[in-house]
């Protein structure tokens, strides 16, 4: 199994930029696709990005595409999210998500795909 842990997260203004990071540990990094979600207060959570086991393949929710970057660095065991243009209805707590996948190709968008998770980091953006 993996364990999980974010950080990054802060009190930022509109425009603002913030790189999350997921740290893992226990079983081999590589092997898993990585996905990040986020939940505001009062709403469901949120898929936003997905990353492949070898980075090759990416995805993003239309929400965040073209603002968010997802990226990995395996030899580092550990998941990036940079976010720029950050807007207050990015504010949410966000949350790194590990699936043991066999393929080095695909990503996943299901939340219930995803069996670990971080315990989150809190971004707030400010207007």
């Known amino acids: 199994q993996v364990q999980l842990a974010e950080s990054g997260g802060g009190l930022v203004q509109t425009g603002d930029s913030l790189r999350l990071s997921c740290a893992s540990s226990g079983r081999a990094f590589s092997d898993y696709a990585m996905g990040w979600f986020r939940q505001a207060p009062g709403k469901e959570r949120e898929w936003i990005a997905a990353?492949?086991?070898?980075?090759?393949?990416?995805n993003y929710a239309g929400s965040v595409k073209g603002r968010f970057t997802i990226s990995r660095d395996n030899a580092k065991s550990t998941l990036y999210l940079q976010m720029n243009s950050l807007k207050p209805e990015d504010t949410a707590v966000y949350y790194c998500?590990?699936?043991?996948?066999?393929?080095?190709?695909?990503?996943?968008?299901?939340?219930?795909?995803?069996?670990?998770w971080g315990q989150g980091t809190q971004v707030t953006v400010s207007s």
């Open positions: 998500a590990a699936k043991l996948a066999g393929s080095i190709r695909v990503y996943y968008t299901d939340g219930e795909a995803y069996r670990y």
């Open positions: 990353i492949s086991r070898n980075t090759g393949t990416t």
